[in-house]
């Protein structure tokens, strides 16, 4: 079995968000992209490889297992990196993107 999903994280920033318009707050997301494989080996569901990569989150910051999520005035500072289609259903994801979980 193998499954390609991906889970999109709409977030806020609690305080000193940018206001998009008076009242309304700057939304940001981060997509996660996974990829993972399984078997039934006796009888039992056995995981196999598995991978994922981030899209829009601050590769910079400490990891401890958070996403990072950029907003407007962080990805403006965002020098270089490797733009993707988190979305495409088609496309592969390039070894060069990929972080073995």
């Known amino acids: ?6 889970f999109v994280y709409a977030v806020i ?3 000193g968000g940018w206001e ?3 009242g309304r707050d ?6 996660v992209r996974r990829q993972l494989s399984a078997t039934v080996r006796d ?6 490889p598995s991978r994922h990569v981030i899209a829009n989150d601050a590769y910079a ?3 401890g297992g958070f996403i990072h999520p950029l907003f407007s005035k962080e990805a403006a500072k965002v020098k270089g990196g490797k ?14 993107l990929l972080a073995p979980v």
């Open 26 to 31: 700057e939304v940001s997301r981060a997509v």
């Open 13 to 15: 920033k609690t305080e």
């Open 83 to 96: 733009r993707f289609d988190p979305y495409a259903a088609h496309a592969l994801l390039a070894d060069a």
């Open 43 to 48: 009888g039992k569901l056995v995981l196999g």
């Open 1 to 6: 079995m193998h499954a390609d999903y991906p």
């Open 61 to 63: 910051a400490p990891e």
């Open 20 to 22: 998009v318009r008076p």
